[in-house]
């Protein structure tokens, strides 16, 4: 969850990330995304600053995630769905990861601090999926 005084400072900005988000505790696993979307996964500890400053970055670039079907996921703190979230991604049970987790389902960019908008975006735009959307958005 956000902070107060960061929904309070740019409520048009919060309200799209939490719309965004999905916490892992919703009980939906990744497979639900597979072919249709491009998924953040914030996995940390609860009150992890990390987390919260790679929410931040998620909200302030609402647009470029939504042109690319990005949504975020978290899986905070030691719940079952979390703890499986990060099982399934290789990640260790403790601390802070960002992956950033492909319409196939494959992790592609893997970070234990948080990632920049541009290199979330630069590594979307790499992909020979995201090259044919785009030309197919152009057209």
């Given amino acids: 969850m956000l902070?107060?005084?960061?929904?309070?400072?740019?409520?048009?900005?919060?309200?799209?990330?939490?719309a965004m988000s999905v916490p892992a505790a919703a009980g939906m696993g990744l497979d639900?995304?597979?072919?249709?979307?491009?998924?953040?996964?914030?996995?940390?500890?609860?009150?992890?600053?990390?987390?919260?400053?790679?929410?931040?970055?998620?909200?302030?670039?609402?647009?470029?995630?939504?042109e690319r079907d990005l949504v975020v996921v978290r899986a905070i703190g030691q719940g079952r769905e979390a703890t499986a979230l990060r099982r399934r991604l290789g990640l260790p049970a403790t601390g802070f990861r960002a992956v950033l987790v492909g319409k196939d389902g494959g992790a592609k960019l893997d970070a234990a601090e948080p990632i920049p908008a541009e290199r979330l975006f630069s590594t979307i735009d790499a992909m020979p999926m995201r090259r044919e959307e785009a030309a197919g958005r152009r057209n």
């Fill in 32 to 66: 639900r995304y597979r072919w249709k979307s491009r998924v953040l996964v914030i996995a940390a500890e609860a009150g992890d600053p990390r987390a919260a400053a790679q929410e931040e970055i998620a909200a302030a670039a609402g647009r470029g995630m939504r």
């Fill in 3 to 18: 902070p107060s005084s960061l929904l309070a400072g740019a409520p048009l900005a919060g309200a799209l990330l939490l």
